[in-house]
């Protein structure tokens, strides 16, 4: 199982999930997260105006999935999320030891 964590613009919140909704993904999380890049936040622009603050509002969005899915993942959150402008986000990709459904045991794929 792969974790792909994607840090995006609050805006493309819809696009980035309905991309992910088309590969049948199950479960996932979001998170209003402040944070920057390499610009360290000074250049970028926010919903139209250049963003004063040093931390700059992205939405985080959270999703483990069955390895052979990850790279199509990846792609459709990465096409929808990408205006081509600074501040477009990052993603970062780990490996997921195991999952547990909680109410029946179940692990792994079948878990998620
Ligand atoms: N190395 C990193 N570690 C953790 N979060 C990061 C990192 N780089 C960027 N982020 C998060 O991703 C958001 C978007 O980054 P972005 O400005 O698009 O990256 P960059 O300027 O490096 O191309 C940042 O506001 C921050 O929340
Ligand atoms: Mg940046």
Known sequence: MIKIEAIVRPESLDAVVEALGTLGHAGLNITDVR???????????????????????????EVVVKDGVAEQAIDAVTAA???????????????????????TGERGDAAL
């Open 35 to 61: 944070g920057h890049g390499r610009q360290k936040g000074m250049k970028e622009l926010f919903r139209g105006r250049e963003y004063e603050n040093r931390f700059i509002p992205k939405i985080k969005i």
């Open 81 to 103: 999320a990408r205006t081509g402008q600074i501040g477009d986000g990052k993603i970062f990709v780990s490996e997921v030891r195991d999952a547990i459904r909680v109410r």
